[in-house]
Structure formats: structure tokens, C-alpha cells
């Protein structure tokens, strides 16, 4: 397996990679030594393979001269270890590339996964010599060369997020303790990410306002540990409706099984999170995310009945207000949006991805 970078890439490739472990299979990482990979994959009891790499930029520059030159360098590097493999598994990100080159000039066989709805510059390229790439989105095989192999697993999510839906009960009864919230109000929570959305915490805030006096609603806040003070001090007053600001949250399995409104950006993790565990939602996508991934990632989402996606340029705190409490006393569209979220999820993404990475390494 190859690639990382952030989180994002590497937590969903560990899921795949636990998979193929209890199976039987061999599984090592190669990937940049200063991505979270070089962390994250040891911690998961996985041998890690550093490579030097940098990211490429769009335009001709020395700079994408020298990042593709250290890509060769390291793909030379890895082709004993690559040669020696029965698949390659591309996770996405600049670090994929060395062991799929390698891949390529070797002819082992190689599988990408592609998680947003815009595929990688990497992987775009990639594609022309792929077996096959897992996708997230539906849409995300429009943009790929003709003739590519696409099949759509869905994006891995924890086990313990997919066991939301079955276990919502008892999940939320602990999440009411856990969070100091009550069980009579309905609950909206926003989640910005691991690191937070200024701008969207700063909405937020002022849109605190805007539901004064609202004692059937509870907010739960997900600011990012360096963005608790944007939401802090509205959160302060003792009037409805009741908010609890959380820097981080480490039990997101209690956080959504307890939520009945979601307001996130829409990472290809975040949406799928949401989906598995039926949460309609609210989605404002990153508006400087590569070539609008994000956007294209809610839109997916949207068309499939599961939630509202509203551009950050347009999000005032009225119009989240507005949009919070029209869908908060709908609960039969709720209902429905919840429904759209399973129907589209794939909470089996795990298996899917090991069962093609297994038919190709045979």
C-alpha cells in the first residue's frame, strides 16, 4: 500500500489493510517519512517504508521538475520491494506515486482508491495503468480515462461509527452523559474536522443568535482545538438554546448517534461518516479544497436525497439559522434524508476494497 499525506488517506487504508491481515496477506506501507503515514501506519502494527517525495504543482516550475525527479529517485528506491509484491495498492496523495511507478516499470499489478468525487492529480494519471480503482462517489468514474475499471466501495469508516445505526440507543443514551446534553431537545452538531473551520465556527457563533429562545434545540460544536474561543463566548450564555463546545471529540461514535441535524464540511471521511450512521445534514464544503472536491463530494450527496449543500459564500448566520430550524420541524423530511444517507452508504467498504485487492493480487 502507498501514499498518505493526511489522515484522511491513511485511516481508511489501515481499515482495508486490518482486513487483508485477517485474511492471511502480507501488508506493508511505503510513503513520505514527514506525512502522517509515518506515524499513523506503525502505530497500526504495520512495517513503514519512508520515501522522499514533495507535491508537484499544476504549472511548469522547478519546483514540480524537482518533485517529479524525487519521485524517480524513490521509485528506483522501492522497486525491489514492489517487484517482490503480488499488488500495489495506490491510497492517493504525492506519496503514492514512487511505488506506482515502480508498479509500472516492474508490471505488478496495481489498484487504486480514490475517495472524493474529484479524483488526485496522481491517481488521474494512475488510472491509465490501474486493474481497477475504488471509488467513494458515483461520479467520481466520469472523470476518469475511458475504458478504466471503476467500481464504487465506498470510503472505510471505523467500526465503531458503523455500529452506530444498529446501536443508536444506547450510543446516545451514553452520548447525553458524556456531552452534558438533554434527552428532550433535538440535537444539531457541526464538525469542522479534526483541525476545525474558522469560518464556519464563526457563522456558528453569530447563528447562536438567531435561535434564541429555541428550548427544543441543543447545539453541539466541534470547533478544532485552536478555534474553541470563536464559538466559546456564545456559548456562554445560560439562555436556549443549550451549547456545548468541544476543542476535539474523540468518541465521534457518541457524537453522531446522538445528532439529529449535522453541519460539516464534506470530506469524502466526514460524508461518509454521516452517511453510515443515516445523520441528514447540512454541508458546506471547503471552498479552497484542490479543484472543489469538496463541493463536488456534497453535491453527490444532495442529488441522492441525503442532505443540503450550501457554498460558504452564501452561509450567513440567517441563512443557517433558517435552514437549521425549516429542517429541525420537518421531521418527515428528516426521516427521508436519513433514509437517502444509508441507501448511498457503504458501510462494508472495508471488505469491498480487500475482496478487489485479493482478486487482483491472484
Same mark, same amino acid.
Given at each position: 500500500?502507498?501514499?498518505?499525506?493526511?489522515?484522511?488517506?491513511?485511516?481508511?487504508?489501515?481499515?482495508?489493510?486490518?482486513?487483508?491481515?485477517?485474511?492471511?496477506?502480507?501488508?506493508?506501507?511505503?510513503?513520505?517519512?514527514?506525512?502522517?503515514?509515518?506515524?499513523?501506519?506503525?502505530?497500526?502494527?504495520?512495517?513503514?517504508?519512508?520515501?522522499?517525495?514533495?507535491?508537484?504543482?499544476?504549472?511548469?516550475?522547478?519546483?514540480?521538475?524537482?518533485?517529479?525527479?524525487?519521485?524517480?529517485?524513490?521509485?528506483?528506491?522501492?522497486?525491489?520491494?514492489?517487484?517482490?509484491?503480488?499488488?500495489?495498492?495506490?491510497?492517493?496523495?504525492?506519496?503514492?506515486?514512487?511505488?506506482?511507478?515502480?508498479?509500472?516499470?516492474?508490471?505488478?499489478?496495481? $489498484? #487504486?482508491?480514490?475517495? !472524493?468525487? @474529484?479524483?488526485?492529480?496522481?491517481?488521474? %494519471? +494512475? *488510472?491509465?495503468? =490501474?486493474?481497477?480503482? &475504488?471509488?467513494?462517489?458515483?461520479?467520481?468514474?466520469?472523470?476518469?480515462?475511458?475504458?478504466?475499471? $471503476? #467500481?464504487?466501495?465506498? !470510503?472505510? @469508516?471505523?467500526?465503531?461509527?458503523?455500529? %452506530? +445505526? *444498529?446501536?443508536? =440507543?444506547?450510543?446516545? &443514551?451514553?452520548?447525553?452523559?458524556?456531552?452534558?446534553?438533554?434527552?428532550?431537545?433535538?440535537?444539531?452538531?457541526?464538525?469542522?474536522?479534526?483541525?476545525?473551520?474558522?469560518?464556519?465556527?464563526?457563522?456558528? *457563533?453569530?447563528?447562536?443568535?438567531?435561535?434564541?429562545?429555541?428550548?427544543?434545540?441543543?447545539?453541539?460544536?466541534?470547533?478544532?482545538?485552536?478555534?474553541?474561543?470563536?464559538?466559546?463566548?456564545?456559548?456562554?450564555?445560560?439562555?436556549?438554546?443549550?451549547?456545548?463546545?468541544?476543542?476535539?471529540?474523540?468518541?465521534?461514535?457518541?457524537?453522531?448517534?446522538?445528532?439529529?441535524?449535522?453541519?460539516?464540511?464534506?470530506?469524502?471521511?466526514?460524508?461518509?461518516?454521516?452517511?453510515?450512521?443515516?445523520?441528514?445534514?447540512?454541508?458546506?464544503?471547503?471552498?479552497?479544497?484542490?479543484?472543489?472536491?469538496?463541493?463536488?463530494?456534497?453535491?453527490?450527496?444532495?442529488?441522492?436525497?441525503?442532505?443540503?449543500?450550501?457554498?460558504?459564500?452564501?452561509?450567513?448566520?440567517?441563512?443557517?439559522?433558517?435552514?437549521?430550524?425549516?429542517?429541525?420541524?420537518?421531521?418527515?423530511?428528516?426521516?427521508?434524508?436519513?433514509?437517502?444517507?444509508?441507501?448511498?452508504?457503504?458501510?462494508?467498504?472495508?471488505?469491498?476494497?480487500?475482496?478487489?485487492?485479493?482478486?487482483?493480487?491472484?
Amino acid at each position: 500500500m502507498s501514499g498518505g499525506g493526511t489522515a484522511g488517506h491513511v485511516f481508511p487504508a489501515v481499515a482495508v489493510a486490518e482486513r487483508l491481515r485477517e485474511r492471511g496477506h502480507d501488508v506493508r506501507f511505503i510513503g513520505s517519512g514527514s506525512g502522517q503515514e509515518a506515524t499513523l501506519v506503525p502505530d497500526a502494527g504495520f512495517p513503514f517504508v519512508p520515501v522522499r517525495v514533495s507535491s508537484a504543482q499544476t504549472r511548469i516550475s522547478l519546483h514540480t521538475a524537482a518533485a517529479l525527479w524525487m519521485s524517480l529517485v524513490a521509485a528506483r528506491a522501492v522497486r525491489p520491494i514492489v517487484r517482490a509484491a503480488d499488488v500495489v495498492v495506490g491510497i492517493g496523495g504525492y506519496a503514492s506515486a514512487p511505488a506506482i511507478l515502480a508498479a509500472r516499470r516492474v508490471r505488478t499489478p496495481i $489498484v #487504486l482508491i480514490e475517495q !472524493n468525487g @474529484v479524483p488526485g492529480v496522481v491517481n488521474r %494519471v +494512475a *488510472a491509465r495503468w =490501474a486493474v481497477a480503482v &475504488a471509488t467513494t462517489f458515483e461520479a467520481t468514474a466520469s472523470r476518469l480515462p475511458s475504458g478504466t475499471r $471503476v #467500481l464504487r466501495t465506498g !470510503n472505510p @469508516v471505523r467500526r465503531e461509527i458503523v455500529d %452506530v +445505526a *444498529a446501536a443508536r =440507543a444506547e450510543r446516545r &443514551a451514553e452520548a447525553l452523559r458524556v456531552f452534558a446534553l438533554d434527552d428532550d431537545r433535538r440535537t444539531v452538531s457541526v464538525f469542522g474536522g479534526s483541525q476545525g473551520a474558522r469560518q464556519l465556527d464563526r457563522t456558528v *457563533a453569530t447563528a447562536i443568535g438567531e435561535l434564541r429562545g429555541r428550548d427544543d434545540i441543543q447545539l453541539l460544536v466541534a470547533t478544532g482545538p485552536a478555534h474553541v474561543d470563536e464559538v466559546a463566548p456564545a456559548a456562554a450564555d445560560p439562555g436556549d438554546p443549550l451549547v456545548r463546545v468541544e476543542g476535539f471529540i474523540d468518541r465521534m461514535d457518541l457524537a453522531l448517534a446522538i445528532t439529529d441535524l449535522a453541519v460539516a464540511r464534506a470530506g469524502s471521511g466526514t460524508v461518509s461518516e454521516l452517511a453510515v450512521c443515516g445523520v441528514p445534514s447540512i454541508l458546506v464544503p471547503y471552498p479552497y479544497a484542490t479543484e472543489h472536491h469538496q463541493e463536488a463530494n456534497g453535491r453527490e450527496v444532495e442529488r441522492a436525497g441525503g442532505a443540503e449543500v450550501v457554498l460558504e459564500a452564501d452561509l450567513t448566520p440567517p441563512v443557517l439559522a433558517e435552514r437549521v430550524m425549516t429542517l429541525l420541524d420537518d421531521e418527515p423530511r428528516r426521516a427521508a434524508m436519513a433514509a437517502a444517507m444509508l441507501e448511498w452508504s457503504r458501510p462494508d467498504a472495508d471488505e469491498r476494497i480487500a475482496d478487489l485487492v485479493t482478486e487482483v493480487a491472484a
